[in-house]
């Protein structure tokens, strides 16, 4: 294989037969869009520790978050997987750098 273009592709396509993609997008996430992103809720519920949102949050405002974190969410906008850092981000005040990955299938 040579590794192109196509190859992944066909990897990817492998992978997923029914040709379901999902994607990376590398964004900043200011406290208003995390506002808005937990709006759409979580895909299953659970119990929520403020003390690591708080630590998150602290992190993200005394500029030591590494940028590259990964959010992750469904197909219908609920979030598998950044809650407690989208929380962060709303409760700090400042922007901080992400991937999301949206468009996940709940039945994988």
Known sequence: M??????????????SPDGHRSELIPVTITPEMAKGYL???VEQEREIDQAVID???LS?????WKA???LIFSENY???????RLAAVAQSGVPVEFYL???VPLNL
């Open 101 to 103: 990955v949206r468009g």
């Open 39 to 41: 709006s759409f809720g």
């Open 2 to 15: 040579n590794n192109s273009n196509d190859d992944l592709e066909s990897l990817i396509r492998s992978a």
């Open 55 to 57: 630590d998150y949050a």
């Open 78 to 84: 609920k979030i598998i997987d950044g809650y407690y």
């Open 60 to 64: 993200m405002q005394d500029g030591e």
């Open 68 to 70: 590259g974190s990964i």
